[in-house]
């Protein structure tokens, strides 16, 4: 069993916004699947490829995550390793992830709430929303929604996590880190058809 909890901020005037693609992550996962009110959240189960899993999204708001995700681990007695975390990062650009387990928050304050209550021995997928260049801006910048030419990049990423998010567990999470890169990568022009006299 796993426990993947997308990080966001509830509530409609934050629906959208940069800060809450790990919501946008978990609810692609969803698909039909019910949500229900629990752990401080919404949580729902479902089974992908043969394995059963728990989504989980805090209603806690960001900086109180860990209450909620700490409450799901304890009923369901999972263990940090089985905690896959998924949440905005600044340092990577827009349709770029990267998967890692342990680490610093990096300035993340839902990550440094999880930490305290459950420690940081657990999976993350870093979803690049893009750094505004500035750290003054930053603020204004996680919680602005995304444009109309980035919301397609945004479905994309979130698609090919759906399609092929198993073989984070049946082969390794940087088989599935590359999977998805590779599924965003522009495809290749054809070459010119060669004209012969």
């Known amino acids: 069993m796993w426990l993947i ?16 693609i790990g919501f946008m992550a978990v609810d692609a996962l969803a ?19 043969g394995e059963k899993v728990i989504l989980l999204k805090p209603l806690t708001y960001m900086n109180h995550s860990g209450r ?13 390793e089985r905690l896959i975390v998924m949440h905005d990062e600044l340092d990577l650009p827009l349709g770029k992830l990267r998967i890692k387990r342990g680490g610093g928050a990096n300035g993340h304050n839902g990550l440094k709430d ?4 459950i420690g940081a021995d657990y ?16 603020h204004d910048h ?3 929604r995304f444009g109309s030419e980035e919301q397609p990049v945004v479905e994309k990423i979130t698609a090919a996590l759906v399609k092929d998010f198993a073989l984070f567990w049946q082969k390794s999470p940087e088989m599935l880190a590359s999977t ?14 060669i004209e012969i006299d």
């Not at 966001?8 to 809450?20: D, I, L």
């Not at 629990?38 to 949580?43: E, I, M, Q, R, T």
């Open 123 to 138: 999976w993350r997928i870093r979803l690049g929303i893009g750094h505004p260049g500035d750290k003054d801006r930053v």
């Open 142 to 144: 996680v919680l602005t």
């Open 68 to 80: 909620s995700v700490q409450a799901a681990m304890a009923f369901y007695k999972i263990a940090p």
């Open 180 to 193: 998805v890169a590779q599924a965003l990568l522009p495809p290749k022009p054809k070459p010119a058809p």
């Open 5 to 20: 909890a997308g990080l966001g901020n509830p509530g409609p005037e934050y629906a959208s916004t940069r800060h809450n």
């Open 31 to 49: 698909d039909r699947a019910h949500f229900s009110s629990k752990f401080h959240g919404l949580s729902a189960s479902l089974a992908i490829d």
């Open 114 to 117: 999880i930490d305290q209550c």
